[in-house]
């Protein structure tokens, strides 16, 4: 199973930006997609943004739209997401994933560690 990486997190103001990145141990597929959760204290793990391995088809929530953007580099299997315009409610543990076909917001099988963002008002 392919092992995840994240770098990135730190402590940044409200209005401020990062940029996280996401490793894989070994390529991808073309039928693979890589995408981004979060989970925040005291609540579930949600949905952020995802890229298909092979098309560049992209997908957010609602709530990050705008703001962060996905991107991918095939050659050196990573994947990141840029953070635009911060806000506190964006202060999580940021995770990447991988998975097969289907649905960009779910079914993904392999996860990383975390990366922690936290944003300062």
């Known amino acids: 199973q392919v092992q995840l990486v994240e770098s990135g997190g730190g402590l940044v103001q409200l209005g401020g930006s990062l940029r996280l990145s996401c490793a894989a141990s070994?390529?991808?597929?073309?039928?693979?997609?890589m995408g981004w959760f979060r989970q925040a204290p005291g609540k579930e793990r949600e949905f952020v943004a995802a890229?298909?391995?092979?098309?560049?088809?992209?997908y957010y929530a609602d709530s990050v739209k705008g703001r962060f953007t996905i991107s991918k580099d095939n050659a050196k299997n990573t994947v990141d997401l840029q953070m635009n315009s911060l806000k506190p409610e964006d202060t999580a543990i940021y995770y990447c994933?991988?998975?097969?076909?289907?649905?960009?917001?779910?079914?993904?099988?392999?996860w990383g560690q975390g990366t922690q963002v936290t944003v300062s008002s």
């Open positions: 994933a991988s998975g097969g076909m289907g649905p960009l917001s779910k079914n993904y099988d392999a």
């Open positions: 890229i298909t391995w092979a098309g560049d088809r992209t």
């Open positions: 070994r390529r991808m597929f073309a039928t693979d997609k």
